[in-house]
T-cell receptor, first 109, second 111 residues
Framework: GDQVEQSPSALSLHEGTGSALRCNFTTTMRAVQWFRKNSRGSLINLFYLASGTKENGRLKSAFDSKERYSTLHIRDAQLEDSGTYFCAAGMSNYNVLYFGSGTKLTVEP | NTKITQSPRYLILGRANKSLECEQHLGHNAMYWYKQSAEKPPELMFLYNLKQLIRNETVPSRFIPECPDSSKLLLHISAVDPEDSAVYFC???????????FGHGTKLSVL
């Protein structure tokens, strides 16, 4: 929705390289989540952050509620990392997540 | 993810009635129906918390949710329209505002 601006909309990486995705929020968000939709169409929850940073393998995410942004860093990209990545965030006591428009990542040999 | 199961996996309909089913084995209190069209982000349709409908998004009346118990969710569809073609995801979280987990989705194709 309008509360979340995600960039870039598309990204192409060669295997072994890395990059970052970013979501900017128009208001203070309580927590952010990152998802990947893989080639099978499944939506996988990668991270849930209320603050700070988290790392999982080659992925690392950061969330700054005060500065109103979150990032997802991918390093040493592999072919299986290809897919569409979505951030989603909610406000205090929210009952709805606001999704970014998605980043289509293509990892090439 | 085999802890949130959805059925059927694929659904091809003419103007018929059908129900989608979802069951979660995570002990979560909140369950959701999302609709995802093409490469767009998921859109929330319905949210149940402890079997109570908390938020009913503005969806066509031909979609009717049902929550028979806290681990199961149904979506009844009647007289589908071509614009309903999409993937319908069931999701759950321990509480409303916590980490969200999706089922594998039901791909609905309307002829």
């Amino acid at each position: 929705g309008d509360q979340v601006e995600q960039s870039p909309s598309a990204l192409s990486l060669h295997e072994g390289t890395g990059s970052a995705l970013r979501c900017n929020f128009t208001t203070t968000m309580r927590a952010v989540q990152w998802f990947r939709k893989n080639s099978r169409g499944s939506l996988i929850n990668l991270f849930y952050l209320a603050s700070g940073t988290k790392e999982n393998g080659r992925l690392k995410s950061a969330f700054d509620s005060k500065e109103r942004y979150s990032t997802l860093h991918i390093r040493d990209a592999q072919l299986e990392d290809s897919g569409t990545y979505f951030c989603a965030a909610g406000m205090s006591n929210y009952n709805v997540l606001y999704f970014g428009s998605g980043t289509k990542l293509t990892v090439e040999p | 993810n085999t802890k949130i199961t959805q059925s059927p996996r694929y659904l091809i309909l003419g103007r018929a009635n059908k129900s989608l089913e979802c069951e979660q084995h995570l002990g979560h209190n909140a369950m959701y129906w999302y609709k995802q069209s093409a490469e767009k982000p998921p859109e929330l349709m319905f949210l149940y918390n402890l079997k109570q409908l908390i938020r009913n998004e503005t969806v066509p009346s031909r979609f009717i949710p049902e929550c028979p118990d806290s681990s199961k969710l149904l979506l009844h569809i009647s007289a589908v329209d071509p614009e309903d073609s999409a993937v319908y995801f069931c999701a759950s979280s321990s509480r409303q505002s916590e980490r969200l987990f999706f089922g594998h989705g039901t791909k609905l194709s309307v002829l």
